[in-house]
T-cell receptor, first 117, second 113 residues
Framework: GAVVSQHPSWVICKSGTSVKIECRSL??????MFWYRQFPKQSLMLMAT?????????EQGVEKDKFLINHASLTLSTLTVTSAHPEDSSFYIC?????????????FGPGTRLTVT | GESVGLHLPTLSVQEGDNSIINCAYS??????FIWYKQESGKGPQFIID?????DKRQGQRVTVLLNKTVKHLSLQIAATQPGDSAVYFC????????????FGTGTQLKVEL
């Protein structure tokens, strides 16, 4: 149980275009989903926290107009990188939390490798 | 472990030996800690967690130790196997940060045959 999927697993796009990444919880309802970015040989950096039906909360320094997050249902959150540039190339990982009050574990997706040319 | 720039600290162990991976955390208000394993090109995978009211927790082949006095967390892996080779991250949740996890810098574990 507790499987999180991401789509696509990798994507190459041209500078200036937008890319949408999907994050789905397959066998549980995720009241909260998180989006992280990870550069090579570095740790996971939280970009934003997304609660179903409400606006995402962005971490300091993350542009909300550039990284659009939508959490329309309890099983789906999307991250859209708008007007992508080469510096946005990174590994984007989502995670989901089931909402059980006694558990803070986050279940991670397999990640999406974004390359902007 | 601490990292500088783009260099992950690396721990090399022989197959069959025990591994100890260390993590220092900074927030004394953290009340929950978790260890994740990340293989190359994949998302992090849960290993074990511990709450701040405990100082030790054991799982299958893994043990987490928490020392709140010096804000130190360790992960012990018994009889390390080649499949344990990965980057290991500790993460903490603090009482004032909602449900967010803050990740440490990570340690690369290499298992030598």
């Amino acid at each position: 149980g507790a499987v999180v999927s991401q789509h696509p697993s990798w994507v190459i796009c041209k500078s200036g275009t937008s890319v949408k990444i999907e994050c789905r919880s397959l066998d549980f309802q995720a009241t909260t989903m998180f989006w992280y970015r990870q550069f090579p040989k570095q740790s996971l950096m939280l970009m934003a926290t997304s609660n179903e039906g409400s606006k995402a909360t962005y971490e300091q320094g993350v542009e909300k107009d550039k990284f659009l997050i939508n959490h329309a249902s309890l099983t789906l959150s999307t991250l859209t990188v708008t007007s992508a540039h080469p510096e946005d190339s990174s590994f984007y990982i989502c995670s989901a939390r089931s909402g059980q009050t006694d558990s803070y574990e986050q279940y991670f997706g397999p990640g999406t490798r974004l390359t902007v040319t | 472990g601490e990292s500088v720039g783009l260099h992950l600290p690396t721990l090399s162990v022989q197959e069959g030996d025990n591994s100890i991976i260390n993590c220092a955390y900074s927030n004394s208000a953290s009340d929950y800690f978790i260890w994740y394993k990340q293989e190359s090109g994949k998302g992090p995978q849960f290993i074990i967690d511990i709450r701040s009211n405990m100082d030790k927790r054991q799982g299958q082949r893994v043990t987490v130790l928490l020392n709140k006095t010096v804000k130190h967390l360790s992960l012990q892996i018994a009889a390390t196997q080649p499949g344990d080779s990965a980057v290991y991250f500790c993460a903490e949740k603090n009482t004032g940060g909602g449900n967010k996890l803050t990740f440490g810098t990570g340690t690369q574990l290499k298992v030598e045959l």
